[in-house]
């Protein structure tokens, strides 16, 4: 079992920067594949990013690559997500996820943080 909570969000103007961030407890963070969702309002939850056990990243959702930015600090139990040049496009409410295989669904979801893109 681990739990998730996620902060950072917050609203910016386009073109600003925000950072978020992953907090896990529970089982050995290391132990986890760690993944960035998105939620935009009225649409469904869409894949951002991923970061496998070994620190190896998976792939970025297109519309968010040379933008965000995926790390993980094993040793603090953290991830973030740096975003930068941000669009209006990208208001939604993030999820962070974890997942006891580097491949397959997801098993564990923080309760997400909402970010706010204004133009």
């Known amino acids: 079992q681990v739990q998730l909570v996620e902060s950072g969000g917050g609203s910016v103007q386009a073109g600003g920067s925000l950072r978020l961030s992953c907090a896990a407890s529970g089982r050995p963070f290391s132990t986890y594949r760690m993944g960035w969702y998105r939620q935009a309002p009225g649409k469904g939850r869409e894949f951002v990013v991923d970061?496998?056990?070994?620190?190896?990243?998976?792939y970025y959702l297109d519309s968010v690559k040379g933008r965000f930015t995926i790390s993980r600090d094993n040793a603090k139990n953290t991830m973030s997500l740096q975003m930068n040049s941000l669009k209006p496009e990208d208001t939604a409410v993030y999820y962070c996820a974890a997942a006891a295989s580097d491949y397959g669904p997801y098993d564990y979801w923080g309760q997400g943080t909402q970010v706010t893109v204004s133009s």
């Open positions: 970061i496998r056990r070994s620190g190896d990243i998976t």
